[in-house]
């Protein structure tokens, strides 16, 4: 059976919020009553059939064409399924998702990932800020799943993120790992300044030397630890660009802090 | 039913009584073979039998580094309990004083199931506040620090219905003849997976009887295949034999144990009437205590 697929007719004015369109209870959804669902645009609420061409297929499945970074909260609340997205998205893609998978052809907006707790996101291109991270007023960013971005991502990556596995293929903007919680960020690329402020617990895995570390992280030595093989194992099963670590049964560069709140998160590099 | 004999060997119309059992499995991994082998041994040493020791255990078998969790030498060591709740307090003892404390150990769980016993859960508190929890595929792991590094250890390891107990008894001319084919009948059901020998070298010299004259005593020695006992008491044994020794196998499956019993015999009896075996029996209790029988012609038919 071929996807469901909706295809955006023309970037739209405004932004709009898909959180609730594909949303479907035990029996499933049809695309007439997609078309009907209401949208809203602006200060006014309009059937999604008129933003959207909507072809009928699995629901299960769903391709959403010719998105554009104004369409928000793409998968917010999903459990199961799969989305695939061509083109970019708007902001808090996948927000609070606890299953199934999101695959982003091109870049995403701040906030992806927000508050998931299970299922994997994919991002071809660039994240914007607060990546995994938590929005204004919520004490954890992820809380599971996994989210790969294949580009860069913005400042404040995996911001109060509380579990799960963030991964950025590419370079990380400032303060990545801030606050964190638990969990585990990895980065390919360089990051910038203020990595793990504040964080608590959790692990911030770099290729990269970090630059301006904050002063309250301390250096811990070299050590070789014997979970990054296992840990590794599935980074480079999730994306292969992180067999660049390889091989992970070798002396690392691990800092501890952040030491202005209990000290117990890690930044290794290796 | 016609007599059966192997190579000469007689193998008696008996049965072996199994018990149901709780058992689990868990992989010790090291820097290298030797100090895998030291955890592992150490922690399956005393642990014969579940009525001294609370728990059986063994070595069940080497596994190469690609065939481990985090690619390093290890050993896969089967334990057996009475309880899943008995299984998991030995576990957690024997895990904690024994593989917490070898050099470059690592342990993870090798048997994959609904029901979970704590591995790392509570040997965690070790680490004072400093251990670190990890989610790794889905599964827990915890690196807890230790003065060589860390202590890696995964969170749970499942346990399963079990069978403890499969057993036969090799009489023979000599106790010369009866060792000698014992070890090698260890040697092929050391070979299989899936069981552990739990006794000295994998052979037991002690077999026992249910009761004892001693109110107090649960079981006793087995006098009736006691050759020195010969003329005092109901003996099985002809004026032929010299000595008998018995084999004791716990498997995770009824088939396990089947086919252990069943290479174990078939060593004992290569040996044959030429070297001094004599006849193969079986310890059981009359068959009311154990709800797994092993009939030993069965078994090797």
């Not at chain 2, 309880?83 to 917490?100: I, M, N, P, T, Y």
């Not at chain 2, 070890?183 to 009887?209: N, Q, T, Y």
Request: contains cysteine.
């Amino acid at each position: 059976m071929n996807p469901l697929r909706l295809r955006l007719r023309e970037w739209p004015p405004h932004r709009i919020d898909m959180g609730g369109l594909l949303r479907c209870g035990a029996e499933g959804i049809d695309a007439a009553e997609i078309a009907r669902r209401p949208l809203w645009l602006g200060n006014r609420q309009i059937p999604a059939g008129e933003l959207f061409e909507i072809r009928a297929g699995d629901p299960g499945r769903v391709v959403i064409a010719n998105a554009c970074d104004r369409l928000d909260r793409i998968g917010a609340g999903m459990a199961s399924g799969e989305i695939l997205v061509e083109g970019d998205c708007g902001a808090y893609l996948g927000e609070g998702m606890t299953g199934g998978r999101i695959r982003v052809s091109g870049d995403v907006d701040a906030y992806a990932g927000t508050g998931m707790a299970g299922g994997d996101i994919q991002v071809c291109g660039h994240a914007g800020d607060f990546a995994g991270g938590a929005i204004p007023g919520e004490r954890r960013g992820m809380r599971g799943g996994t989210l790969l971005i294949g580009g860069d991502c913005g400042d404040r990556a995996g911001d109060r993120m509380h579990r799960g596995l963030l991964l950025v293929s590419g370079r990380a903007g400032a303060y990545c790992g801030s606050r964190m919680l638990a969990g585990t960020l990895a980065c390919l690329g360089a990051t910038g300044p203020g990595t793990g402020h504040g964080m608590r617990r959790g692990t911030v895995l770099l290729h990269h030397e970090p630059q301006g570390l904050p002063p309250t992280f301390n250096d811990s030595g070299t050590l070789s630890l014997g979970f990054l093989v296992l840990l590794l194992r599935e980074l480079v099963a999730l994306d292969p660009a992180f067999g660049a670590l390889e091989p992970a049964r070798r002396p690392v560069h691990r800092y501890v802090g952040d030491l202005a709140c209990q000290g117990l998160g890690e930044i290794l590099v290796m | 039913m016609p007599e059966m004999t192997l190579n000469g060997v007689a193998v008696e119309d008996s049965f072996a009584e199994a018990f149901g059992m709780s058992a689990t499995r868990v992989v010790i991994t090291a820097l290298n073979g030797t100090w895998a082998r030291h955890a592992a041994e150490t922690m399956t040493g005393f642990a014969t039998s579940v009525i001294g020791c609370g728990v059986e255990a063994g070595i069940e078998a080497e596994l190469p580094a690609e065939q481990t969790p985090d690619g390093r030498p290890g050993l896969a060591v089967l334990l057996f309990a009475m309880s899943g709740a008995d299984l998991a307090k030995h576990l957690e003892r024997r895990v904690g004083q024994c593989v917490l404390t070898c050099p470059t150990t690592a342990v993870f769980s090798g048997l994959d199931g609904e029901k979970r016993i704590p591995l790392g859960k509570n040997l965690r508190y070790f680490g004072d506040g400093f251990q670190i929890s990890k989610l790794i595929g889905g599964r827990r792991y915890w690196r807890v620090p230790v003065m060589d590094g860390e202590f890696l250890c995964e969170e749970s390891t499942a346990h399963t219905a079990a069978v403890g107990g499969g057993n036969f008894l090799v009489l023979a001319r000599s106790l010369e003849a009866a060792l000698s084919a014992c070890e090698d009948a260890v040697e092929a059901m050391r070979a299989l997976d899936g069981v552990i020998l739990p006794f000295p070298g994998g052979v037991v010299r002690s077999g026992s009887k249910v009761g004892s004259r001693y109110p107090k005593l649960p079981a006793s020695t087995n006098d009736v295949y006691c050759p020195t006992l010969r003329g005092l008491t109901h003996s099985r044994l002809g004026p032929e034999v010299g000595a008998v020794l018995e084999i004791v196998v716990d498997g995770l499956t009824e088939d396990a144990v089947h086919r252990a019993m069943r290479a174990g015999i078939q060593a004992v009896c290569a040996h044959g009437e030429a070297a001094g075996i004599l006849r193969i029996s079986a310890g059981n209790y009359g068959g009311k205590l154990g709800q797994f029988h092993f009939r030993l012609r069965e078994v090797m038919a």
